[in-house]
């Protein structure tokens, strides 16, 4: 299994047991699913829970949201309720980022920041004024890692129509992350 951490934090935001995708190569769009679950069961995709661990017609100690966030226990930052904010927040995050990429990754800086303007050019969905006019800013949440650092990376959950049915979608920077095996 492959878990993606954030590099500020080392906080766990994802691993590779969800439908994931590489946009531009600067992003990652990984696909959830709501789910509704006994407080504390975690069920990866593509398990199959015994039938006797079925639940037994209560209700008690029900957790009910998308898998991503509570599998990776990600919590939810209110802190972005306005666009300025956020595109402050953004063009902080993205100095840092750079930075740390020069220091550790000097070859992906570049390529990070090519591919960073190509990705907002050509998608809907963000960065600084480009997405700030094409998308609805209050149907979007951020989510920090577990340890809730303001200064780490974001997932930016936002719904995607596919085949006529909206799946929940959550971005995040793929130079921000680091790749673990399992």
Same mark, same amino acid.
């Given at each position: 299994? +492959?878990?993606?951490?954030? @590099?500020?934090? #080392?906080?766990?935001?994802?691993?590779?047991?969800? +439908? @994931?995708? @590489?946009?531009? *190569?600067?992003? $990652?769009?990984? $696909?959830?699913?709501? @789910?509704?679950?006994?407080?504390?069961?975690? %069920?990866? =995709? !593509?398990?199959?829970?015994? =039938?006797?661990? =079925? *639940?037994?017609?209560?209700?008690e100690g029900v957790q009910s949201g998308i898998d991503i966030v509570l599998n990776q226990r990600l919590e939810e930052n209110f802190a972005f309720q306005d666009k300025k904010v956020f595109t402050g927040y953004l063009k902080d995050y993205m100095k840092r980022l750079v930075a740390k990429l020069q220091e550790t990754n000097p070859e992906q800086v570049d390529v990070f920041k090519t591919n960073i303007q190509k990705f907002t050019k050509e #998608?809907?969905?963000? /960065?600084?004024?480009?997405?700030? /006019?094409?998308? #609805?800013?209050?149907?979007l949440k951020f989510y920090t890692g577990e340890s809730m650092d303001t200064d780490?990376?974001?997932? %930016?959950?936002?719904y995607k129509e596919i085949e !006529?049915?909206?799946f929940p979608v959550m971005y995040f920077f793929k130079h921000g992350l680091v790749e673990e095996k399992y």
């Open positions: 299994m +492959k878990v993606f951490k954030d @590099i500020f934090s #080392n906080d766990e935001m994802f691993t590779d047991s969800y +439908k @994931i995708k @590489i946009v531009d *190569d600067v992003v $990652y769009e990984v $696909y959830g699913k709501h @789910i509704s679950r006994r407080e504390g069961e975690v %069920i990866l =995709a !593509g398990s199959n829970p015994s =039938a006797e661990e =079925a *639940d037994e017609g209560t209700d #998608n809907r969905f963000f /960065l600084f004024k480009c997405f700030l /006019l094409l998308k #609805n800013f209050s149907d780490a990376g974001l997932g %930016i959950l936002d !006529g049915e909206e």
